[in-house]
């Protein structure tokens, strides 16, 4: 089965529709105000609008408090939740919605509690620990800390890009991948050849 990719980050109809074209199989909209990728409520309907069927739009929120992930739900049609920060279990399987959660990853992270404790997420996602960024850090971490028998699907992040993407799928055998800033040409703006590249380094990877 082909590796999926998550496009996050999208804060234009434009880049929205690049990588819908690129081939990307869900898009992010981030909700985290400190972020130079969040959008509005507004912003965020009018690309979700815009996504054709078969597309996923993934809401990404950090310690939002219940009414925040509430108010968008009823603007914007999410098909899935992404908890980026501190979320327990509890909170996150509140919503009508399936969720997946996010694990800033390092030396000593208990990956195996994480998906047992998350056991109905439909997917982990694996990021780079950072002390003062809750994600979006651009930066690769150690692939050799994920143990191969995790129970929920694996969704790969932090520091991806078309050069070494197709190696991290051949190391890690990951459900899916999710990239960010190595499709940008700025913060927020994404490159439409930066995300066909992105897949096609996909694409080359051999699993
Ligand atoms: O993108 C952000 O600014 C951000 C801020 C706070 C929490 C999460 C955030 N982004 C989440 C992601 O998009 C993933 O972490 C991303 O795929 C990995 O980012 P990158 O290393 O830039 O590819």
Known sequence: MRTRVKICGITRVEDALAAVAAGADAIGLVFYAPSPRCVSVERAAEIAAAIPAFVSVVGLFVDASRDQVEQVLQAVPLDLLQFHGEEPPDYCRQFARPYIKAVAVREGTNLLQYAADYHDARGLLLD??????PGGTGQVF?????????ARPVILAGGLQADNVAQAIAQVRPYAVDVSG??????????????AAFMRGVGNASV
């Open 142 to 150: 150690d692939w050799g800390l994920i143990p191969a028998d995790l």
């Open 182 to 195: 190595g499709v940008e040409q700025s913060k927020g703006i994404k490159d439409a050849a930066r995300m």
């Open 128 to 133: 780079t620990y950072h002390a003062a960024m």
